[in-house]
């Protein structure tokens, strides 16, 4: 824990090194950045964090992890997010110039209530920045996206795309 909590940034006090590249990046491109995450600190708590910022630089989201993830398999992995981090409270629905977006993070894919609630909500895409280990893997993350097509169809349904007013290519994992 005092590991992540020395990579740990301020997000809300502007003192986070990624948070302010992500910044400048979008600004001077003009673009929509979904940030991955950033451990952060806030009120003597870590959370696992991803902001949104828009076009001109300012954070338009933040989502706070809501599912922590834990696995204990005996003899390769025991893995405990709540041992670090705080979970979320709020689903992060953010309006952007490319659509309504959902965020989760990483684990928070594997509970489609979630999926189906940004739907409910608008959401025209849900992202979900995401790193797996190496013991739940490859096919775990495949099924996962999968399972999640049904209730959200953005890439499949033009009349959807041509909301927007620049041109997207997707490749879909198969």
């Given at each position: 824990?005092?590991?992540?909590?020395?990579?740990?940034?301020?997000?809300?006090?502007?003192?986070?090194?990624?948070?302010?590249?992500?910044?400048?990046?979008?600004?001077?491109?003009?673009?929509?950045?979904?940030?991955?995450?950033v451990?952060?600190?806030?009120?003597?708590q870590?959370?696992?964090?991803?902001?949104?910022?828009?076009?001109?630089?300012?954070?338009?989201?933040?989502?706070?992890?809501?599912?922590?993830?834990?696995?204990?398999i005996?003899?390769?992995?025991t893995?405990?997010?709540?041992?670090?981090?705080t979970?979320?409270?709020?689903?992060?629905v953010?309006?952007?110039?490319?659509?309504?977006?959902?965020?989760?993070?990483?684990?928070?894919?594997?509970?489609?209530?979630?999926?189906?609630?940004?739907?409910?909500?608008?959401?025209?895409?849900?992202?979900?920045?995401?790193?797996?280990?190496?013991?739940?893997?490859?096919l775990?993350?495949?099924?996962?996206?999968?399972?999640?097509?049904?209730?959200?169809?953005?890439?499949s349904?033009?009349?959807?795309?041509?909301?927007?007013?620049?041109?997207?290519?997707?490749?879909?994992?198969?």
């Open positions: 824990m005092e590991t992540m909590r020395s990579y740990a940034e301020d997000i809300d006090g502007g003192r986070s090194p990624s948070v302010s590249m992500l910044s400048e990046v979008a600004a001077a491109r003009k673009i929509t950045i979904v940030g991955g995450s451990p952060e600190m806030a009120s003597g870590l959370f696992n964090t991803c902001c949104v910022v828009g076009p001109d630089g300012e954070i338009k989201a933040k989502h706070r992890k809501l599912h922590l993830f834990g696995i204990d005996p003899g390769d992995i893995f405990r997010e709540s041992d670090t981090f979970a979320g409270q709020e689903p992060t953010v309006d952007t110039d490319v659509g309504r977006i959902g965020i989760g993070i990483c684990h928070d894919i594997r509970f489609p209530e979630l999926a189906m609630l940004y739907r409910s909500r608008g959401a025209h895409l849900i992202c979900y920045p995401s790193a797996f280990n190496m013991s739940t893997g490859q775990l993350w495949d099924l996962m996206q999968k399972s999640r097509f049904h209730y959200i169809t953005l890439l349904s033009p009349t959807v795309l041509s909301l927007f007013s620049r041109q997207f290519f997707v490749q879909l994992v198969s």
